[in-house]
């Protein structure tokens, strides 16, 4: 199936992980 | 111009941006997409494609002056008019800011929402759930800025209605069910009103909205 | 220009790729880091402006003229010349590739391995063993580009340049020991290049390459 190959692309499933992480760090230093 | 060439995988919804892009701009892409011309995974890996394209990935595009560039970002941008990509620095800097967050904001959501519905990629309830808000929120913001406006930068269609459609794409087709969509009106009227054009609809042909929000296939 | 002004937190790399840029085109930027101008969690907040920025994300730039744009690159993009652009549709094509590559290669595998470093997220062994084999690669793929070339694009510093230091910066600065870049001698070399134009200095100050590479802050 042609979807198989969108395993292929790369994609950051965890970057809602690491913007929340950046954006508490950051306001904290900034709190 | 004589011929110039995409390398890509079939149906993939980032090769779409280039040829919707060409459909405004009258380039002529040949599309590479099957054996023998092309094997995904094959072709990629041999040195030649390499040589000319380090990360091999697609989609890929090869100039007929031998230009080649890689990012389906790039490629689109390549092929598309002055209009597409934004006539002032005002409209250039808007249509970059809707097309990375086409990329930054709304691919992995998506990804995380529909794959496992296609069965490409384990379900993780978590995830899906974290990821249904993020689309929501996304929704969200766009139908602020479309409330007043037909296209999303300009009065015409650029190169951040052609991303974001078909960054939407797969979210309308699978998941977007009529109550989960419903109170994003401004973004249906402008997803429709953008398929509807004649050179997103010679890309993607005809496109059904989702009617039943497609399950995890376990 | 009167003052244009850079909405961020202190020491945010990607606003560093908007103020290099504005040191080539001599755009005048204020950047508002700090209170009372701007508090970082609280004023992105508020709903003026959200008004103005609807992702109440930072970098966040406000033109003389009210003009409002978010998104890194666009900003970066706006403040630039057309040199810093590409000033032919393959320079710029090629210039919009590698910004490209830099969001979607050195990102993600930069932040997992740096993230632990400095005590923003916790340390997971495995993902960040498999984030320095992308690292190692990414720098392969650069260093392969970068054999026969003083800059990414063309003869002289564009926007890909300035993105993609940005993007590797905290890699350069944390991680990248001399042991572990030393195989990638092409891009030590394009990447002190770029530090020492004094366009970058004036932004990023002295930065010391990584002697040790720092481990997670547990």
Known sequence: MAVDYFLHDKIWFEKYKYDDAERRFYEQMNG | ???????????????????????????????????????????????????????GKVPAFE????????ESNAIAYYVS??????????????????????????????????????????????????????????LGVLDGHLRTRTFLVGERVSLADISLVCALLWLYKQVLDPAFRGPFGNVNRWF??????????????????????AQFDA
Request: aromatic share 12%; glycine share 6%; net charge neutral.
């Open chain 2, 63 to 70: 100039g007929d002056d031998g230009f080649c560039v890689f």
């Open chain 2, 81 to 138: 008019t002055e209009e597409l990509r934004g006539s002032t620095p005002e409209a250039a800097a808007a249509v970059l800011q809707w097309v990375n967050f086409a990329d930054s904001d709304v691919v992995p959501p998506a990804s995380t929402w529909v794959f496992p519905t296609l069965g490409i990629l384990h379900y993780n309830k978590q995830a899906t759930e974290v990821a249904k808000e993020e689309v929501r929120r996304v």
């Open chain 2, 192 to 213: 429709l009103t953008c398929l509807n054009q004649p050179q997103f609809k010679a890309v993607l042909g005809e496109v059904q909205l989702c009617q039943r929000m």
């Open chain 2, 1 to 55: 111009l004589s011929p110039q060439t995409l390398y890509t995988y079939p149906e993939n919804w980032r090769a779409f941006k280039a040829l919707i892009a060409a459909q405004y701009s009258g380039a002529r892409i040949r599309v590479l997409s099957g054996p023998p011309q092309f094997h995904f995974g094959h072709t990629n890996r041999t040195p030649q494609f390499l040589q000319k394209f380090p990360l």
